[in-house]
């Protein structure tokens, strides 16, 4: 069986003078926020999202909460 995709990754990585690294470092980052940034532009892209969670955080201070066996049992 062949070496794995992290394997091979960090074999180059060990390979590489530090000025190149840091240019791998800076491209992971923006992989990474890419990735969360598209996240975030997916679940605000669900209608009245926010105003749905606001009125449930408001919910919950007053006390209308469901006991989790009973949310677990409709999953």
Do not use: C
């Amino acid at each position: 069986m062949g070496k794995s995709l992290i394997e091979k990754i960090t074999k180059r990585l060990h390979q590489m003078p530090n000025e190149k690294l840091k240019v791998v470092e800076d491209f992971v980052a923006y992989l990474a926020e890419r990735e969360s940034n598209e996240a975030t532009a997916e679940l605000l892209s669900i209608p009245e999202l926010l105003e749905r969670l606001k009125r449930e955080r408001l919910e919950a201070r007053r006390g209308r909460t469901l006991a989790w066996r009973k949310v677990r049992r409709n999953v």
